[in-house]
């Protein structure tokens, strides 16, 4: 992989067992790096089977915890936040706490207990809110207007914040939707792509919150994991963020369409958005990441769709195997 991370360096991944974190382990775990992972959550099978890997059932809330474990890793990862519009405007409170002060005793730890190590925090197109020119870049202008954005601009304030005045090397990368191969199943609620497809090989509907005409940039998860590794490698520039995804959208309801022509299964089903409505555009440009970081998408979303589905037709057929 370009930009890999040196052998016989050590990396911690706050979050680890969710979607991304789990993703960005798997890829790492024979490549002669000590990983520590660290979540709310027991960690998936391989963890507890691969040498080289350490997992923590902790609340990074804990500050004393969060200062003994950023100790001595040469990378720090951040994917421990909250995800989701709904979510985070019924459960205002608990956002804030995942996704701001979970982030600033993080950035806080590492200032004070590991100022050396190299940080990503990930955020989310989110911040752009409705307004701005598509594709987002990384000069446009931050207008979110959902709790969820707010929360992340947020976080993008402590990152700039905390390099320029204490020369943290933390580095803010916004990725879109994220989608491809994982063992759990995804919800309404996050991961939007691999819900759809659990939903169409189940021969069920696939729910819409409004028209669906909402444009999204959908990124296969090993581009997201390659962006997250590219951006630790850089140790220059700290605080400067980096806009990762494909450049293209496409709408809701023929991502949808799509996943039905692939699985030959499933329909769409349109219901009226459950709060605010969440019906901006969003597609991301990388070129700046293409640039300085050499990173572009190697996955196109048919491609990724592909994957998918398939990895999600065996994961059907084992399970039914081993009743």
């Not at 915890?65 to 989701?84: E, N, Q």
């Not at 819900?195 to 959908?218: E, M, P, T, V, W």
């Not at 490698?233 to 400067?240: K, Y």
């Amino acid at each position: 992989m370009k930009n890999a991370l040196p052998a016989k360096s050590s990396l911690l991944v706050l979050g680890g067992t969710g979607f991304l974190g789990s993703n960005l382990i798997s890829s790492l775990r024979d490549k002669s790096i000590r990983i520590t992972s660290v979540s709310r959550h027991a960690p998936e099978s391989f963890f507890r089977s691969s040498s080289g890997i350490r997992h923590h059932t902790e609340n990074i809330l804990n500050v004393s915890f969060l200062k003994h474990v950023v100790k001595g890793h040469d990378y720090i990862v951040y994917l421990a936040g909250h995800s989701g519009v709904t979510a985070s405007a019924t459960h205002p409170i608990r956002d804030l706490e995942q996704n701001c002060k979970g982030s600033l005793t993080l950035l806080e730890a590492c200032k004070n207990d590991n100022p050396r190590a190299s940080i990503v925090l990930v955020g989310s197109q989110l911040e752009y809110g409705s307004s701005g020119q598509l594709p987002h870049t990384e000069s446009g202008m931050l207008n979110p207007d959902t709790i969820y954005g707010i929360h992340r601009t947020t976080t993008r304030l402590y990152t700039r914040f905390y390099a320029r005045s204490y020369g943290v090397n933390v580095h803010y990368v916004r990725i879109p939707n994220v989608y491809g191969p994982h063992i759990r199943p995804a919800t309404k609620t996050y991961n939007i792509v691999n819900y759809f497809i659990d939903q169409a090989l189940h021969n069920k509907d696939l729910y819409i919150y409004g028209s669906g005409r909402q444009r999204r940039d959908y990124l296969f998860v090993n581009d997201a994991v390659s962006a997250i590794i590219a951006t630790l490698t850089l140790r220059t520039r700290p605080g400067e963020d980096f806009n990762f995804g494909t450049g293209k959208g496409i709408s809701v309801q023929n991502l949808a369409t799509r996943i039905i022509t692939l699985t030959g299964q499933g329909s769409i089903h349109h219901v009226p958005w459950p709060g605010i409505p969440d019906t901006a555009d969003h597609i991301m440009s990388y070129a700046k990441a293409q640039k300085i970081l050499s990173w572009r998408p190697a996955i196109s979303l048919d491609e990724g769709l592909r994957k998918t589905i398939r990895f999600q037709k065996r994961l059907r057929i084992d399970a039914h195997e081993n009743r």
